[in-house]
């Protein structure tokens, strides 16, 4: 058995191989047929095919090249430098990973980081590694974020998110309802991740979807690892609350701001706006919960340990030294949005708490950020494009009565 699946891996390996040669044959073809037989010259041949004009004056040599040449200096089918060593190294700490239980990461940067346990000689790059897994059938392709670039093209304000506002912006989400057999009653489970270095994602099992818990369970984050001085969320109920009158502010960002914690909202109904937290409760589903099949709470609770302390391995999470108090907190709430057309005025707007505000036109479809400063009951409107980021509008943001009054007694404003 395992003779045939390395027969078919070196196959597949072989499969590539021949098809990037003839590929490359093909071009050195191409570039001499531009230059003796469509008379280009060989500078207007290297910008139009996007190649050194080393590699051009290489294959305009005559029209009679062989195209075929081989001067690579090491056998045809082999690596360059890394040996049939380094592939079985590589498959045997890749079974390893695979076949224990409390491991649950089997990529490039996973592999690298058994093998500088195991041997003495640094390991190969994770380019390396990466290739040797495809080329053997280890790899599984991930689908790539395929809104990254619309979110740049329509000014996302990620710079100033993430470098202006702190230096240490946690995002927060729950991840969805999950079910065991046996069991009727969903699985609840909250999930932290930390985008910037040092990289952390830690995920635990909750009660349900409530303000109470994202409490409770940010003071056990806080404890165990270290306190941000932003936290990114969505827009439920649980974490926006669903007031009934504008400009309320609810449980959580009032228990935020209490800690001296900046509250950020992404933008609504838009989970790229929440991408490091949403493509870690991927690697959650991924990796934790469809490769097993739970029987009983204390199993998951159990394994849930073991991947939480596998992710903080893959991560190199290291624990940063721990901040002085900011005596110089500035109460404030951020909102992310997306500007809507308003039908009525024919101008673009965004909500805030209940409460529409309208801009220019030429702002629709955009993303801005709202900045409200509590103290002084101001909300700023800023648009980020470049890294840069201008201020688009300013007006006086009154905070809700009973709000307020909660707000003075956490001795906030």
Known sequence: MKKSIRIKANK????????????????????????????????????????????VIKWTQSPKQNFTEDNRGWQKGERRKWTKETERKIKKIYNDLERDPSQFYLGATAISQEWRKRYLKAPPPLRTIGQI?????????????????AAKYLCYPEHTIFN????????????????ITGRTEPLNFIGFSFKKKPRLRYFKRILGETGNEIIEYSKLFFKK???????KMDNGFAMAGSPSHPRVISKVPLWFLSQKIIPIYSVPRKPFSQASIEGNNSVFARNFWNRIEFKSLKEVDKKLEWFNKSSEQY???QK??????????IPRIYFTRQVLEDQESNKGFIEITREKILLPKSYINYFVLAEWKLKQEILYIYFEKNEKSKLIKKLPFKINSKSKEKLKKLKII
Do not use: C, W
């Not at 050195?28 to 290297?46: D, G, P």
């Not at 690892?225 to 936290?231: C, H, R």
């Not at 940063?320 to 907190?329: L, N, Y």
């Open 225 to 231: 690892f270290e306190k941000p001085d932003a936290v």
């Open 164 to 179: 202006l506002i702190a230096k240490r912006v946690l995002e927060l989400d729950f991840i969805g309802k999950k079910f």
């Open 315 to 317: 991560l190199d999470y």
């Open 320 to 329: 940063p030294k721990e901040k002085k108090v900011d005596k110089k907190f």
């Open 133 to 149: 897994l495809s080329d053997l059938n280890l790899s599984k392709k991930i689908r790539k974020d395929r809104h990254k670039g």
């Open 12 to 55: 597949s390996f072989l499969k590539q191989y021949h098809y990037g040669e003839k590929k490359l044959f093909k071009l050195r073809k191409k570039v001499n047929e531009l230059f003796f037989n469509h008379h280009l010259s060989k500078n207007t041949i290297a910008k139009k095919k996007g190649m050194s004009k080393k590699f």
